[in-house]
């Protein structure tokens, strides 16, 4: 007998009161088949043919397999994958509850990544740098829903729904192009993911205001804008009191993680809790995706970041380009080809929204052109979090389809002009054009043994140690090995170069690591003059392989 499978599934659902889902199961199973191969292998194409991201092919797959092409197509004995309802939302609340899950695990891993002290150190820098961006590219959105007739005046939300998707930044898609360049720590590359994550924010917060707008608006009733005013500034005054009160409890939240005794659990429960408060956030009139956002960011202090992180990473995989998917099936290639002309107008105005509200902010910032064009480009894709709020907007009503499509093309166009363009711009010097402190001061332990054997077999013994004290050592690389060790507030990296073990820390925890890397090196002599007493190895490896026979 099967009680969860075969027959008696329906009998058992009917009897509940259910029906029979056995159909719509069946049907549900194949579109989420048909999505999970589409998006990875779209995603995964336009990664090694084309040296794009793969959002790019996640997005176009999604497209193709959609309701309005070869989703609506007829299947013999199913009919069509993804019937278009004949009014409505265009996929069923259930692909859409999936895609929503996947962008809150998106935004709660980005907060997880999300370097506080880099933040908090550039806050000066990157808050400029953001909120110019976000005012140049604000206007940017209003002007382009004016000029081609898309609202009938600068607060119709349709105008404001494309301010705010101009308004987004990816944090992703700049950090693998800086990481790839070695720029990720640079001033340059710190000042775009800080400036990246404050736009973000705002833009979250402007979309609730956005969908408040629309829903005060509906019925042709005057929308009430002092009430408006002070859902807005309650709006800020939440997120920010969530922000501090995050980053004062997010220790104390990881050591009750730890406390339950498994990194696993403790991956879940995280997650738990981002949805938790990704609940409570949407009940005060803001987006769920900050909630998520915002565990993340408090959690990233952790000593276990990338352990919570490393569970979920799975989930994510699968996930996230599903989310990417199905924002594509919402688009119709019809309305989108017929606003191909204000879609491309509206590109480029957002990308010089970018360029010139981010960079001119770092200019004055003490950058230099190259720097500052560093900077505005780095800030001008909009990637995922633009895709979420597309999503939000057309769910809610406050976008239509010309509008949405707009929306979802310019975000895919700036996730394939700009990444190129900054990989080319960080090839040159310094962005700088007097000196900013970029770090903390640090401290190297350098050493130099006599092989490369020795040194591989060295590092291990120095990571067991620190993890003997409770310390985390995560690998960040695999060639060439380079880990990070954390605990509390102390974050080292050890690296292995051939025959050189380099350990780097805070000055301020130097005569800690020096005392680690002390204590495994006289270990270490005692383990030499141990093997130092055989006095015939090979005699005794001769006797192993006489045992074999």
């Not at 720097?371 to 990637?383: E, Q, V």
């Not at 990571?463 to 954390?486: G, M």
Request: charged share 15%; net charge neutral; with cysteine.
């Amino acid at each position: 007998m099967n009680p969860i499978g075969g027959e008696a599934m329906p009998l058992v659902l009917a009897a509940a009161g259910g029906g029979d889902l056995g159909p719509a199961m069946q049907r549900f199973v194949l579109q989420m088949a048909v999505i999970l191969l589409a998006a990875r292998l779209g995603g995964r194409l336009t990664e090694r043919w084309l040296r794009l991201p793969a959002v790019v092919g996640e997005l176009v797959a999604g497209i193709l397999i959609g309701p309005y092409l070869l989703g609506g197509w007829s299947v013999p004995g199913l009919g069509p994958l993804f019937p278009l309802p004949a009014e409505g939302f265009p996929i069923t609340p259930e692909l859409y509850a999936i895609a929503t899950l996947a962008s809150l695990l998106l935004l709660f891993l980005a907060g997880l990544e999300t370097d506080i002290d880099l933040f908090l150190r550039f806050s000066g820098a990157g808050s400029l740098v953001g909120l110019g961006g976000l005012v140049l590219s604000m206007a940017a959105g209003i002007g382009t829903a004016l000029v081609f007739g898309l609202a009938d005046h600068a607060l119709d939300p349709a105008a404001l729904f494309l301010g705010v998707v101009c308004c987004a930044a990816s944090v992703g898609i700049p950090a693998r192009v800086l990481a790839e360049r070695r720029r990720t720590d640079s001033p340059e590359g710190v000042t775009i993911l800080t400036g990246a994550v404050i736009s973000d924010v705002f833009g979250v917060v402007l979309l609730a205001v956005v969908i408040a707008v629309a829903r005060a608006g509906e019925g042709g009733e005057p929308v009430p804008w002092l009430r408006l005013g002070g859902m807005a500034l309650r709006a800020v005054v939440i997120w920010v009191a969530c922000t501090v009160i995050g980053v004062v409890s997010g220790r104390r939240i990881g050591r009750a993680l730890k406390a339950l005794g498994s990194l696993d659990v403790a991956a879940s429960v995280a997650l738990g809790l981002a949805l938790l408060l990704a609940g409570a956030i949407e009940s005060v009139g803001l987006a769920m995706i900050l909630g998520a956002y915002l565990l993340g960011f408090s959690l990233s202090r952790t000593d276990m970041v990338h352990e919570i992180r490393r569970p979920l990473r799975g989930a994510a995989q699968v996930l996230v380009p599903v989310f990417f998917c199905v924002m594509g099936m919402l688009i119709d290639p019809a309305v989108l080809w017929g606003v191909v002309g204000a879609g491309l107008v509206f590109t480029a105005v957002s990308l010089a929204a970018k360029v010139v509200g981010c960079g001119l902010p770092a200019w004055f910032r003490g950058f230099n052109l190259r720097g500052a064009l560093r900077i505005g480009m780095g800030m001008s894709p909009r990637g995922e979090v633009a895709l979420i709020a597309a999503g939000i907007g057309l769910s809610s009503g406050v976008a239509g389809p010309e509008v949405f499509g707009m929306a979802v093309g310019m975000a895919l166009l700036t996730v394939v002009i700009a990444p190129p363009v900054l990989a080319r711009l960080l090839d040159g010097g310094s962005g700088l054009r007097r000196g900013v402190a970029a770090h903390e001061p640090t401290a190297e332990i350098a050493l130099d043994l006599p092989s490369a054997d020795l040194a591989e077999f060295l590092l291990g013994r120095v990571q067991r140690i620190f993890r003997d004290e409770e310390f985390f050592v995560h690998a960040l690389s695999d060639t060439p090995p380079v880990f990070q060790i954390r605990k509390d507030d102390m974050v080292f990296t050890l690296e292995l170069s051939e025959a050189r073990i380099r350990l780097t820390c805070p000055k301020r925890f130097e005569h800690i690591a020096r005392m680690m890397v002390l204590e495994e090196l006289l270990s270490l002599k005692d383990l030499a003059e141990a093997a130092a007493q055989l006095r015939d190895p090979a005699a005794l490896g001769g006797r192993l392989v006489d045992r074999l026979f």
